[in-house]
């Protein structure tokens, strides 16, 4: 065999035969690093175990559709609600599931907690290159884990956890995480671009030949990406994503990418002394630490999904002592934040020009819907004028660059979580609504134009 060097890219795994400064395919800088690899030798025999170990799929006779496995019988529940609701129903056998997120978050108590269900029905093998036996015994006493079913097996070899699957045939195998594994024919060093390829392709050919769910974990770069190689994204089928803040309790899952299901649905859970808990309730739990008659807060209803979702915006503006005054924007889009401040100063004649802006969504959560523009502005008029927004009001709408208030989806069930828990009033857009079809319990205040929020927040003077 002869040793030969390639450049890849660590961004984008562009590659190339000599190192670049500046990769031709992304755009980053110094991002190329050096893997070295051998020109395989011929290969010798056909066996299933060799062609397993290049990543080979195992293919199928051509059949009809209607022939094929219908989806009751290939999605099986993890046992937490959450998370099956944003896996698109459950966890789809032979599918591969890459789980992100900061060192810390959760990621493998949620797992090992996964692993403790599935293991009740089927056959689990949780492999580790982080954790020692020891260790992970003493966390699942700890989250209370147990099972005849469930193996765990600290390793980091491909070759052997191969083996090691096909001695034990498993129906679900977790790979934490698959940044600790390699393979020992690719000759780069461990956690490299191509050691992170490899060993994916190995275990994405596992799941497909023998219809094994694998969970791999993955870490984040500096950057809040998945580390490693652009294509182990496109490699699994589903990718998830685990954040939260770490000094606070509430973990936030989202699909951000999922062959079987939709990518627009959070599940959320909980940090607690024994483990992760999933909160049915979010809308109460994110208004748990509201302040009362503090300017600058305001509830809106998003949906999640399908799932409406009562939050808190926070809005601060204090007199800059800057040429141009700050904006930061938290769990809010940055742009959109500049645009609302422009609308209200254009329609509405306020001045925010002197004011730095502070912009926060409460509990981590991200509001990326037009439908939430209309609350974002109620909070930036509460915080310049120091007036508090209603306690008990909840205001939805979008906002359009002529101060108009448009139009949005899910109304009904937006109005249906705003009464359900216990608000009193709610601002809606006034137009191509049906005020009659609007669930009752609670009061509707349909309006046109951004100048109706205005008598809520009299100046002081006047
Ligand atoms: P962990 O699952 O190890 O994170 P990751 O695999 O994403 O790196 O989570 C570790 C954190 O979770 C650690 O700070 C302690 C906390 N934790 C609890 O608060 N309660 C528990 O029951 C467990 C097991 C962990
Ligand atoms: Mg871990």
New binding site residues.
Partial sequence: MKSKSVYVCTKCDYQYPKPLGRCPQCGAFGSFVEEKYEEPAPEKTGSASAARRRGAVRSEAAMRIDDAPTEDSVRSGTGYAELDRVLGGGLVLGSVVLLS????????????QICGVLSKTRRVLYVSG??SSAQLRL?AK??KVKSDELYIFTETDMDRILSECERLKPDVVVA??IQTLYCPTTPSSQGSVSQVRDSAQALGALAKNYGISVIL?GHVNKEGGIAGPKVLEHMVDAVLY?EGE?NQ?FRIIRAVKNRYGATNEIGVFE??????EEVENPSAMLLSGRPKGVSGSCTVCCMEGTRPIIAEIQALTVKTSFPSPKRTADGFDYSRLYLLIAVLEKRLGLKFSDYDVYLNVVGGLRLDEPACDLAVAAALISALRDIPVPYDLVVVGELGLAGEVRGITNLNSRVREAARLGFSSIIIPKRGTDIASLPDGIEVKPIRGIYELLPLFPKKDE
């Fill in positions: 997120g900061e060192p810390g978050i959760g990621k493998s108590t949620l797992l090992l982080e954790e966390r700890r989250l934490d995480s974990v685990f770490r309790n940090m607690t002394d024994h483990g992760l």
